[in-house]
């Protein structure tokens, strides 16, 4: 099943915070594809934290995305009591 992203919050840690449409919300590490293309122009905070969900997953300048798919595989449950995200 493919489920859109609907929000995205950057947190400082190169992770983010995401919720799909199925009302999940889960966080997503980026640090493991920052040493690669086209990630790696991302690598710099004030350019990881411009991004923004578009076309039902996430973007940055440059058209720089990763399939939705990935994010929700890839990412873990956030707990209700989790801390807050940070930007």
């Given at each position: 099943?493919?489920?859109?992203?609907?929000?995205?919050?950057?947190?400082?840690?190169?992770?983010?915070?995401?919720?799909?449409?199925?009302?999940?919300?889960?966080?997503?590490?980026?640090?493991?594809?920052?040493?690669?293309?086209?990630?790696?122009?991302?690598?710099?905070?004030?350019?990881?934290?411009?991004?923004?969900?578009?076309?039902?997953?996430?973007?940055?300048?440059?058209?720089?995305?990763?399939?939705?798919e990935?994010?929700?595989?890839?990412?873990?449950?956030?707990?209700?009591?989790?801390?807050?995200?940070?930007?």
């Open positions: 099943m493919l489920l859109d992203v609907i929000s995205v919050t950057p947190r400082t840690d190169f992770q983010l915070d995401l919720e799909f449409e199925n009302g999940e919300r889960r966080r997503f590490d980026m640090k493991p594809l920052l040493t690669m293309k086209p990630w790696n122009r991302i690598a710099i905070p004030a350019i990881f934290h411009r991004v923004r969900v578009d076309y039902g997953t996430v973007v940055w300048p440059g058209e720089i995305d990763v399939a939705p990935t994010l929700y595989i890839d990412s873990i449950p956030i707990a209700e009591t989790s801390e807050p995200a940070t930007a």
